[in-house]
């Protein structure tokens, strides 16, 4: 990798890059150029599904395009390449963040997600180096108008099967989809000449930004990602590799009982065609699990839950055949998904009331209908083209909240048109601060100006299934409770002043192809109906 002399000084001690931006209405700058580098004997990369060119607002007067290039496979990482351009008539500092403060953290929210393999990667932050992320120092430097700085970031491996991306970025500039990665032909660090802080580049030119090499050890920090939909009847948990389908006991059982309802045969008619479409036989067993909520005596819990589990068994094994194998198993009332014993008892332990039924999920390559996306997929979740979302018709209205520090503010919620990207469904919006306070809290979520949206959701209206935000790891821990470390691959920063606008968006399981509107509950702003999907 080419690298300056030394790293640059700054104005600040922070780390990373935060385009924690106002995105213009309608400033996507066109869909980019295909992607290069393709490796040799093989299909060309595919074009570029989503714009790869924004435009931002941020902190300092930060008046910013962003264009993102590729995502380039070399042998012990993936490098991604971006231009950065100042748009102002004068030059200014590149420091994309709502602060100084929040400058310091906002480079680890870069993020590159696989939405076919279901997976988030994260950059390399060399442990050598005082936590610095290994690649382009985009702390706060002095921007030059009209020049182009090219900026590159490092990331573990990919696999090979992988042939776009999304990239998620610290800013309202928000989701770059169908980013195409190519095989590396040079080195990893910029393609263009490193320049200083203190020289004045040419208008029209491109430079790179100064690099900080890896010293140390950068571990490769990967996680799968978790989907969960809920029914009526069943709750499905989706990974990279294993499918959960929880079904409820009351539905399947009498009270007390381990023979199945005339209503269970239906229900377990639907389990088996959608195991049928996604268990992969080659990778056994199909495990059947009984739960019982807390009530009663262990000894007679357990017998219960391998009872009904078995019974369970018996049934999806008539429907499927000896081309599974199957096993049977209870754990009576040791693992909820809920917490008893609160205001709403009943319904936590209806919830744990339950039968499990979960499979490794079929590996399959499968290509969105741009060719944008490939690699491991469930049959049953056919990706979708991602689009730029355009704003809806009319607008809803605002919802008043208080900011943190008590100061009143209210917001106006602008939902767009949501759309596939892979095995999701991303739902896009803007929130726009009515003042008179700042606007510096989301719903009841803020990190230093980061707006999270766990509590949003998206229901098919016909189905009456629930999509939650997706999350790295499961969204309960084995208590039941909510995992504090639930990340939801989507989320905003926002500039706080009155009169500005903040594009946010998060990641849902996307409902079965045929499902083009849904209802959007934006928690705080109310429910939305009849949201289209593109």
Known sequence: MRRAAGDVPTLCTAAGLALTAALLSGCELGGGSPAQGSPKGSAPAPRPSGPLAKEARAMLGTHARIEVKQVERHADRSVLRLHLTNLKDSPSQFSFGTSLASAAFAELHFKLVDPVGRRIYHPLVDEGGKGRMV????????????????????????????????????????????????AGRGGTGPEAPVTEASVTPPRGSTVALPVHTQNGQAPHRVNDLYGVASGEVKTTSTTRSEQRIGLRADVLFDFDKATLTPRARAVLDDVAAQTRAEADPSKPPIVITGHTDGKGAPAYNMPLSQQRAAAVLKELQARLGTAYRYRAEGRGEKLPVAKEGGADDEKARARNRRVEISYQIKQERAETRTGATTGPVSPALAPGRPRSARPTAGRWPAAPSSSSSGRPAKRRIDVRPFYRDGAYLVAVFE??????????????????????????????????ITYEGVSIGA??????????????????????????????????????PNVTSVTFDAGGFGKFHDVPVQ
């Open 431 to 464: 929130i726009t601060n009515l003042g008179p306070g700042d606007l510096n809290i989301v719903d009841g979520y803020s990190d230093g100006g980061v707006g999270r949206f766990g509590s949003f959701t998206v229901t098919d209206p016909t189905s009456r």
């Open 475 to 512: 969204p309960t821990d084995a208590q039941g409770g909510r995992n504090i470390d639930r990340l939801d691959p989507g989320w905003a920063t926002f500039l706080e002043k009155p009169s500005t606008a903040n594009r946010g968006f998060f990641y849902v399981p996307a409902p079965p």
């Open 135 to 182: 690649g382009s120092v985009t702390r706060t430097y002095h921007a030059h108008p009209g020049v182009r700085y090219e900026t590159v970031v490092h990331f573990p491996p990919l696999p090979g099967d992988v042939r776009a991306v999304t990239l998620i970025t610290p800013s309202t500039a928000g989701e770059f989809t169908g980013v195409p990665v190519v």
